[in-house]
């Protein structure tokens, strides 16, 4: 026996299973050896950190693969140049070489960086995860040594380590269900991130336990007395409430210890579900129950499956305290987690309950797949794996559980995709409920459906909490709306375009988004607007690389019109009769073509027009001296796609046909003057389409507005009643001061 191991290989024998020591014996000196020469930051050799990883693995009771994963896992990313996992394999065989691949992958994982990296991180610790829960347990044990060692680092790097381990490993424990683990990384991050707060409520505690001391050891003999009375085995454990756990109540609940019912509490393990139930009574005939404060979480075990039943009570002196009540093997569950639960034989698997317990690993890489947005995944990661949960029922009484504040859409989806595609409202306990209703622990909630549902509203992606909901109405929108979803995508990248301020042609439009597709690992443009249209990809975390690659095919149109001169008159070859489109508009050449007006100058009957001939979508009609057509007509790559077009005559002097102009106000005066501008186009009879305003710097306003009119005489007629407005100072369309 190695002296180094003594304790590691004591604990194994303990575990009363069968483990292969010579294998571990081997992974160790295969790990000193690797490591000779490395030393930790406090001095000691840092073999000694992959023994007590090893060491925390064996008290969970993993096999031996994990316990020589835990003293190799460090090897690879520490001592590449002397090893790597094909030597790992060829040693100690193909199992404990994927679990160090995937403990070395998620090495680098930082948690408060939320660009793509770091998502990419997370998606490969699932990855890990879905293929082997082992990964986890050994990271969480790795994450604890490393936090029990935090001390020699450098004061902000302790700081990130244990914001780390709060917001990511001690949620992650929680949702596995190893509470040991959980609350020891809590309490340790907690030392680092507040040390004062932490010293407070560490002061707090032993104030009140020290004035307290006989507390759990009467209520332990009062109940020990009442069990042994009724010949029920049992083992009674007393507790204070957890330093984080109080200090979390105490500051954003603001709460005194007082009012904290579970400061203290025992727990009491018997051999039986039934003796569960029975103790539960001879407690409540013993102490005083607290209302309210009863929870039964063995029928309704908690997803990482927890069961226990916990009440609370009052003492002779007046003091609260909770009882917990669980089997041995709820306990073991309690304190160890899905780690519990994990079999081995020959070959290390899972039962099929504990993949039952997993598929929320799977759901979360759905929801990755279902998105390009980073912000969209952590999200999902947060809400669906680390809030507490909430405990509803089907009218059925089956039990569904859902992420705190979830809504009643939430649970439709939760119950099945058809369920929720297929939703028209909601009941809760008999009563209808508005659909962002949320429901609460224990109520009873029916979905009301209707084969008629035209689907559901892209207006749920704003109200649901949880990203299965949104993963699922997002492919309904994906699948079903694909042609309504690229338009809705082309409006939002047309409008973040515009708001560059700077001329495009339409052609150099479709070169940037096919550029911008392929940058974002998308097919092609169409797949692009889809995906923005159904929700999988929003234009605000696109914005940077658009503007990168409008810049790059983009030229200016003063160094266009400055290189080449006067614009051209367009040369057109001889083309076939005119024929009529719509929107009033004559094309030559074009018989039932789409026609549609260019939203970067909106032309107006009476306007010189030119046509665009675009790829599958038609003929966009350009004002003449727009920016767009003037930079496209200079282009000798697009010069053909260029056609004729004028106004029906009828239009033009002034029909029943109402257009879009868009305005911008400038003024100097920003009290009253909306009321102003509303007023007179009301007296006018112009409807208003769009408004928006700003201040400038220099304290001028800018007042944009969308109108509906007739022709350019009617615009005319607006343009000049509104300068007459005192605090007006100029009117512009487009581009082009009037």
């Known amino acids: 026996m190695y002296e180094e191991i003594r304790e590691l290989l004591a604990l194994l024998e303990r575990n009363g299973k069968k483990y292969d020591l010579e294998k571990i014996n081997k992974a160790f000196l295969y790990a000193r050896e690797l490591h000779e020469g490395q030393f930790r930051l406090s001095g000691e050799p840092y073999i000694s950190h992959p023994i007590a990883v090893a060491e925390i693995v064996a008290s969970l009771e993993l096999d031996t693969d994990s316990v020589c994963a835990a003293l190799l896992h460090d090897t690879v990313e520490d001592c590449s140049d002397r090893t790597d996992l094909s030597a790992i394999k060829k040693e100690f065989g193909a199992s404990v070489a994927e679990l160090v691949d995937g403990l070395t992958k998620i090495e680098q994982m930082k948690v408060e960086d939320k660009e793509e990296a770091h998502i990419e991180n997370i998606r490969k610790m699932l990855l890990a995860m879905s293929r082997d829960i082992r990964v986890i347990f050994i990271k969480l044990c790795d994450r604890l040594h490393n936090m029990r060692t935090l001390s020699a680092k450098r004061e902000e790097r302790r700081r990130d380590i244990a914001l780390e381990t709060m917001h990511v490993y001690a949620p992650l424990a929680h949702r596995l269900g190893m509470q040991r ?41 009062r109940i020990s007395e009442r069990l042994s009375e009724n010949q029920i085995p049992c083992v009674i454990e007393g507790r204070v409430k957890s330093i984080y756990s109080l200090y979390r109540k105490m500051y954003n609940q603001n709460k005194s210890l007082d009012e904290i019912y579970d400061f203290y509490a025992l727990r009491v393990i018997v051999d039986s579900e039934l003796a569960c139930y029975t103790v539960l009574g001879l407690i409540h005939e013993s102490f005083r129950s607290v209302p309210g404060r009863f929870k039964d979480y063995i029928s309704t075990p908690k997803p990482n499956m927890y069961q ?96 705190f504040g979830s809504t009643v859409i939430d649970f439709a989806y939760a119950i099945h995709s058809a369920v929720g595609n297929k939703m028209i409202g909601a009941k809760i306990n008999g009563v209808i409920v508005p659909i962002d209703r949320v429901p609460q622990n224990g109520e009873i909630v029916e979905i009301l459906t209707s084969s008629a549902s035209r689907g559901p509203s892209r207006d749920w992606l704003k109200i649901v909490k949880t990203g299965e909901a949104r993963n699922k109405i997002r492919a309904w929108f994906k699948h079903e709306k694909r042609a309504e979803n690229i338009e809705v995508g082309r409006e939002e990248i047309e409008r973040e375009l515009r708001r560059l301020g700077r001329s495009y042609t339409v052609a150099q439009q479709e070169e940037i988004i096919e550029n911008l597709a392929r940058r974002i690992g998308i097919q092609g443009a169409d797949d692009l607007y889809n995906t923005i249209g159904f929700g999988g990809l929003t234009v605000s975390k696109i914005s940077g690389k658009l503007k990168d690659e409008f810049e790059k095919v983009v030229k200016t149109l003063e160094e ?160 000049a009643r509104l300068k007459n407005i005192s605090a007006v100072e100029s009117v512009t369309r487009g581009l082009s001061r009037i």
């Open 181 to 221: 683990i959980k609350h020891e990384l809590e309490n340790l991050s907690l030392q680092h991130l507040d040390p004062i707060g932490y010293d407070e409520v560490l002061k707090e505690v032993e104030s009140r336990y020290g004035q307290s001391l006989n507390l759990i050891d009467n209520a332990k003999q």
């Open 308 to 403: 226990s039943l916990h009440t609370t009570v009052i003492g002779r002196d007046g003091i609260p305290f909770e009882v917990q009540i669980r089997t041995h093997e709820m306990h073991r569950i309690a304190e160890f987690g899905v780690a519990a639960h994990w079999k081995y034989k020959t070959g290390e698997t899972a039962t099929k309950s504990i993949d039952e317990k997993l598929n929320w690993i799977s759901k979360l890489l759905e929801a990755d797949d279902s998105t390009k947005d980073p912000d969209e995944f952590i999200h999902s990661f947060k809400t669906d794996i680390f809030n507490d949960e909430t405990f509803v029922f089907t009218p059925k009484g089956d039990v569904i559980s859902l992420p």
């Open 560 to 719: 266009n019109t400055a290189a080449a001169g006067p614009i051209p008159q367009i040369k057109i070859a001889e083309k076939p009769k005119a024929v009529h489109s719509r929107n009033g508009i004559v094309v030559d050449g074009a018989d039932g073509c789409l026609v549609k007006f260019a939203k970067c100058c909106n032309p107006l009957p009476g306007d010189s027009v030119i046509g665009f001939i675009t790829r599958g979508y038609g003929i966009s009609i350009h004002k003449y001296d727009c920016p767009n057509a003037k930079a496209g007509i200079l282009d000798p790559a697009q010069r053909d796609r260029w056609i004729e077009a004028h106004w029906d005559e009828s239009d033009v002097a002034g029909g029943e046909e109402l257009y879009e102009a868009t305005l911008q106000i400038f003024t100097h005066d920003g009290i009253g003057v909306l009321a102003s501008i509303s007023t007179a186009l009301a007296d006018m009879r112009v409807s208003i389409t769009q408004i928006n305003s700003q201040k400038h710097v220099n304290g001028s306003f800018l007042i944009s507005l969308t109108v509906a009119c007739k022709n350019v005489n009617h615009f005319k007629s607006i343009v």
